[in-house]
């Protein structure tokens, strides 16, 4: 197949399209072995040289060594650790702190009072932008509580798990003794 630079253009666009058939990606990559190939086709030209490279010959003992390296390491013994339940529970922590360093007003003297203006029963009831905030925060809270509900279902379940394989085990290490 003679091929000159307009059906070079046409060939290497059905390429990266992925509509080139065998025969018309062996004619690209006999044009690119033995052509000098212009800038703008390195990459395809690179991809084809890679493929027309022989293949490494792996030694007759390849799959043993493979095998034995695969059954020679022993599986790590040891527990899950569920993290993801700790780190929620200490970004909760953290956002009551900032919460009452935002509602606590200090007094004159520099010590908290506890008192703030935010957060009373009158402005939580008729001030609309505290009534909001107010509902805002509780509804984040909520939905913050029933995530570490979940997290702790699932931790349960793992702890569980970790009993039964405990348990399985040294039955496992009794009957061999």
């Avoid at 390491?73 to 919460?99: C, D, E, S, T, W």
């Avoid at 909520?142 to 995530?147: D, N, R």
């Amino acid at each position: 197949m003679g091929l000159n630079q307009h059906n070079i253009d046409q060939l290497v666009t059905k390429f990266w399209n992925g509509e080139t058939s065998l025969e018309e990606e062996a004619a690209l990559s006999e044009y690119f072995a033995y052509n000098e190939v212009p800038e703008k086709y390195l990459a395809v030209a690179s991809y084809f040289d890679t493929l027309n490279e022989p293949e490494p010959e792996l030694s007759s003992d390849f799959d043993q060594r493979i095998l034995a390296e695969i059954q020679g390491k022993k599986p790590r013994n040891g527990r899950i650790v569920m993290l993801r339940p700790f780190v929620q529970a200490v970004a909760v922590v953290a956002a009551i702190f900032l919460l009452a360093l935002v509602f606590i007003n200090p007094g004159d003297d520099g010590q908290l009072t506890g008192t703030s203006t935010a957060v009373t029963e009158e402005n939580v009831l008729h001030d609309p932008q505290v009534f909001e905030a107010f509902q805002q925060t509780r509804s984040a809270l909520f939905m913050v509580s029933s995530k570490l509900n979940q997290g702790r279902e699932q931790s349960l379940k793992l702890t569980k798990f970790n009993e039964v394989q405990d348990n399985l085990k040294s039955d496992s290490d009794e009957e061999t003794n």
